[in-house]
């Protein structure tokens, strides 16, 4: 189970800190990624992490403005979004990867809103 | 990579077959594809991996096919709970990312 927390209004320019918290997986063994959603658009990878978190990825969108993290002592993983813009506007889901062979995510919280509005 | 789904609405009766189309814009390992399903108000849930195997729950009425650059995921009878938008995924590798398709709603005629 993934439960995120942590959405919320922003003014454009200002910060915001996701947190995703995982049960009934050994999260240390799973690579995660942030996926996000506008609202009646489509799905948006926005950044992943490694296993032991020493290599992070970021869509070209986000990259220089967001950063993702995790703590596996406390089976937690984060999203650092600095600078934001109206269209950074969406729910965000965290997502547990499935890595070699195959590729994808399947296991998906239900989300947390971000609205970034003045 | 970019991948367009087709057609964007399909509109079908229950009992009918549903065939929907992925296209990448670039040719990829067939390990790398996967489709997801996603009702409103949900998040997005798990339904072939592999462009072919069905994750866990997924009924065998769910079947994917393709290879290279054009994948499908395939419903032999549309059942009422299939009603939903469903989304075909690619992994990239350098730079490691995902990419999904714009999604394909398929409503009830």
């Known amino acids: 189970q993934l439960v995120e927390s942590g959405g919320g209004l922003v003014q454009p320019g200002g910060s915001l800190r996701l947190s995703c918290v995982a049960s009934?997986?050994?999260?240390?063994?799973?690579?995660m990624s942030w996926v996000r959603q506008a609202p009646g658009k489509g799905l948006e990878w926005v950044s992943g992490?490694?296993?032991?978190?020493?290599?992070?990825n970021h869509a070209d969108s986000v990259k220089g403005r967001f950063t993702i993290s995790r703590d596996n002592s406390k089976n937690t993983l984060y999203l650092q979004m600095n600078n934001l813009r109206d269209e950074d506007t969406a729910v965000y889901y965290c997502?547990?990867?499935?890595?070699?062979?195959?590729?994808?995510?399947?296991?998906w919280g239900n989300g947390t809103t971000v609205t970034v509005s003045s | 990579v970019v991948l367009t789904q087709s057609p964007g609405t399909l509109s079908l009766s229950p009992g009918e077959r549903a065939t929907l189309s992925c296209r990448a814009s670039?040719?990829?390992?067939?390990?790398?594809q996967a489709w997801y399903q996603q009702k409103p108000g949900q998040p997005p849930r798990l339904l072939l991996y592999?462009?072919?195997t069905r994750a866990t729950g997924t009924p065998a009425r769910f079947s994917g096919s393709g290879s290279g650059t054009d994948f499908t995921l395939t419903i032999s009878s549309v059942e009422p709970e299939d009603f939903a938008v469903y989304y075909c995924?690619?992994?990239?590798?350098?730079?490691?990312?995902?990419?999904f398709g714009q999604g394909t709603r398929l409503e009830i005629k």
């Open positions: 997502a547990k990867c499935s890595w070699a062979p195959y590729y994808n995510m399947d296991v």
């Open positions: 009934g997986f050994t999260f240390s063994s799973h690579v």
């Open positions: 992490i490694s296993r032991s978190g020493d290599s992070t």
């Open positions: 670039q040719s990829a390992t067939s390990s790398y």
């Open positions: 592999g462009a072919s």
């Open positions: 995924q690619q992994y990239g590798s350098s730079p490691p990312m995902y990419s």
